[in-house]
C-alpha cells in the first residue's frame, strides 16, 4: 500500500526571498548562502524567510549551501579522514566487497558508466567510463531486518572495511547526523512548497538513504567527453554534501553554462533530486551536475535523503497549478528508486557497457519507466 501525506490546501508564504538570495542569483557566479543557525535554534520568522528563499532557489538554480547547520565540523573531518583511508587500502580487499545487486559495496574507478536518462534533453549522451571510485551504503540495516531476509534489492546489508573499524564508527556517526539535519529541513520545503510546515513529516516516519564516497582521483590519461562523474541529476529527495576546497564539482545554471562550486569552510552544498521535482510537479528543478577531473585528490560525503520506501512521489495536489495535469505517475518511492538507479548505473549491465562503449551509445530503456515523460 502505497501512503501519501495529507491532502492540504496551499498556504501562501508570508515574505518574499531575502536581498542577499536574490543577488546571488541574479549574479549567477556563486551558490546562494542561507544561514540555517537561527531557523535550528527556533527564532520566530526564520522558517518563512528560508521557505521564501528556498522557494526561488529551487525555481531557479536549484543548488545552494548551508551554514550554521549544526552537524559537527570535527565530524565531518573525521568522516573525510576515514574515507581517504578508505581509498588507500589494497584493491584485493576494497574488491572483496565489489558492488551488485544491492548497489552497496566498492565501485573501482573507470567500471560503470554514468548516463542519465532524465537529462538526455539537456546533456549529450555519456559513452565513458567515470574516473571516480566510490563507496555506496544504503540505510544500515541488521541481519534480521525483514527487507534483508526477503533479500529486497538495494535494502540489503551494508559492506565495511574489516581492516578499518574507525571508518565504520566514523560513517554511521556522519549518516545519523545527516539524516537528523535532513529531517529537520522537511519544514522549509513544505513552507518552500507553501504548504503546511509538518507536510512532510508523514513521508519521512522511516526514511531511506543512500550515501555515497567517493575519491575522485587527479586522471592523467582522461579522454575527451570523460567525467570523473559525468552529468546526472540526483534521484533524491534533498541532497547533504560538505563543501571541499578542491575543486570538481559544476552544475548546470538556467543558462546552460557549468558553474564551478566554490568553497566556504564548514558550509555543506543542498540541492534537490527527481522525487522532489516529481511532488511538486516540475516546481522545483533537479539540476543536473558533474564532477570533471579534478586538479588533486578530492573526497566526496555524499548523502542523498528519501521518504520512506512506501511514501508516494506522486505530484502533490496543492503543487498542480490550474488548468496543470500532473506530470509524473503515481508510484512509490521504492518503486521510483530501483529504475532511477538502473538508468544510471550500468556495471551490472555488460551488453549495455560493451554497446556504449562501441559508439552505439543508446540511452537506456528501462522497461519501468517507458511510460513514464522524461524528467527535467
Ligand atoms: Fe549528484
Request: negative net charge; aromatic residues 10%.
Amino acid at each position: 500500500m502505497t501512503t501519501s501525506p495529507s491532502s492540504a490546501r496551499a498556504q501562501p508564504l508570508q515574505v518574499g526571498p531575502s536581498a542577499g538570495a536574490l543577488a546571488a542569483i541574479r549574479r549567477g557566479t556563486s551558490l546562494p548562502v542561507l544561514d540555517v543557525g537561527p531557523y535550528l535554534a527556533g527564532v520566530p520568522g526564520a522558517l518563512e524567510q528560508l521557505g521564501a528563499d528556498v522557494k526561488m532557489i529551487q525555481e531557479n538554480l536549484g543548488f545552494f549551501a548551508i551554514v550554521n547547520h549544526g552537524v559537527p565540523q570535527p565530524l565531518i573531518d573525521e568522516s573525510f579522514q576515514q574515507t581517504a583511508e578508505l581509498f588507500e587500502l589494497p584493491p584485493e580487499e576494497k574488491l572483496k566487497h565489489r558492488v551488485g545487486y544491492h548497489h552497496q559495496g566498492y565501485l573501482p574507478p573507470k567500471s560503470s558508466i554514468l548516463q542519465s536518462r532524465a537529462i538526455i534533453d539537456k546533456i549529450a549522451v555519456n559513452t565513458k567510463k567515470d574516473t571516480n571510485s566510490a563507496w555506496l551504503f544504503m540505510r544500515e540495516r541488521t541481519a534480521d531486518d525483514p527487507k534483508v531476509l526477503a533479500n529486497v534489492r538495494h535494502r540489503g546489508l551494508n559492506q565495511w572495511p574489516e581492516s578499518l573499524p574507525a571508518f565504520k564508527i566514523a560513517l554511521l556517526a556522519y549518516q545519523q547526523a545527516m539524516e537528523r539535519l535532513a529531517l529537520a529541513l522537511l519544514p522549509i520545503y513544505a513552507r518552500a512548497l507553501e504548504l503546511p510546515a509538518e507536510y512532510f513529516a508523514d513521508m519521512f516516519r522511516e526514511p531511506e538513504y543512500y550515501q555515497r564516497c567517493a575519491y575522485y582521483h587527479p586522471e592523467p590519461s582522461i579522454e575527451e567527453g570523460q567525467y570523473a562523474l559525468a552529468p546526472h541529476s540526483d534521484g533524491s529527495f534533498l541532497t547533504l554534501l560538505p563543501m571541499t576546497p578542491i575543486p570538481g564539482l559544476q552544475i548546470m545554471t538556467p543558462s546552460r553554462d557549468w558553474l564551478d562550486v566554490g568553497y566556504i569552510e564548514g558550509a555543506l552544498i543542498v540541492n534537490t533530486g527527481q522525487v522532489l521535482n516529481r511532488l511538486s510537479n516540475d516546481r522545483f528543478i533537479a539540476t543536473p551536475h558533474r564532477v570533471v577531473n579534478p586538479p588533486g585528490k578530492r573526497y566526496a560525503l555524499v548523502f542523498f535523503f528519501y521518504p520512506d520506501d512506501d511514501a508516494s512521489v506522486a505530484p502533490i495536489p496543492a503543487c498542480i497549478g490550474p488548468g496543470e495535469q500532473p506530470k509524473y505517475d503515481s508510484r512509490s518511492l521504492y518503486e521510483f528508486f530501483v529504475p532511477y538507479l538502473d538508468d544510471l548505473y550500468h556495471y551490472n549491465d555488460k551488453t549495455f557497457m560493451a554497446e556504449a562503449e562501441s559508439g552505439k551509445g543508446a540511452p537506456s530503456t528501462t522497461p519501468a519507466l517507458e511510460s513514464e515523460p522524461l524528467m527535467n
